[in-house]
């Protein structure tokens, strides 16, 4: 009769761990493809965020490399950053992946250039008081960017026109 208690008390607590796992699981935020990496008329590698509503605060974005390893690291690529919006910025932005927009506290010195091999990710998290309501982010290589016609945007793993890019917005956000 004991093993049997024991045996009800190992299913319940296992039984309560699935159940946590699946309510945190499904409390984490939404993902949504709202970040575009494109190139400037001068060649300069740009980002493009669009939160899903013009009154969405940004409260980070991150651009990030991932690593290479041993003596063919090019330091120049290498490191990513992390900025915060001072204040509440809200709307649509577009920057430089390696110059900081004006007012925005970070370091973005670090990456002067996009390495020829490896994998980038931009992201951004909207939300307020460190809440976070959903998640943007795209992942891309050198060779994605340097494949894209003038007025190309890369997103979601394809190029795309800035009204696409909108339009592709307005779904993942309805």
């Known amino acids: 009769m004991i093993s049997h208690i024991k045996r ?14 699946l309510l945190a699981a499904g409390c984490s935020p939404a993902e949504r493809p709202l970040v575009a990496i494109g ?12 939160p899903c509503s013009d009154g969405d605060a940004i409260q980070e974005v991150v651009f990030l490399r991932s690593d ?5 690291a090019d330091r120049a690529a290498q490191d990513g950053w992390s900025i915060h919006p001072i ?3 809200t709307g649509e932005q577009e920057f430089s992946l390696f110059k900081l927009p004006t007012g ?11 390495a020829s ?21 795209t992942r891309f290589t050198q060779a994605d960017i340097e494949s894209l016609a003038p007025g190309q945007w890369w997103c979601d793993g ?13 779904d993942a956000c309805s």
């Open 158 to 170: 394809r190029a795309m026109s800035r009204a696409e890019f909108l339009a592709q917005v307005d």
């Open 117 to 137: 091999e490896g994998d980038y990710s931009v992201r951004f998290i909207v939300g307020a008081n460190q809440t976070v309501r959903y998640k943007a982010l």
């Open 8 to 21: 009800a008390r190992t299913l319940s607590r296992g039984g309560a761990v699935v159940a946590l796992a």
């Open 68 to 72: 290479e390893k041993g003596d063919t």
């Open 104 to 114: 925005w506290q970070g370091k973005a010195d670090s990456v002067t250039k996009l």
């Open 39 to 50: 190139k400037g008329t001068d060649g300069d590698v740009r980002a493009l965020l669009r």
């Open 87 to 89: 204040g509440s910025v």
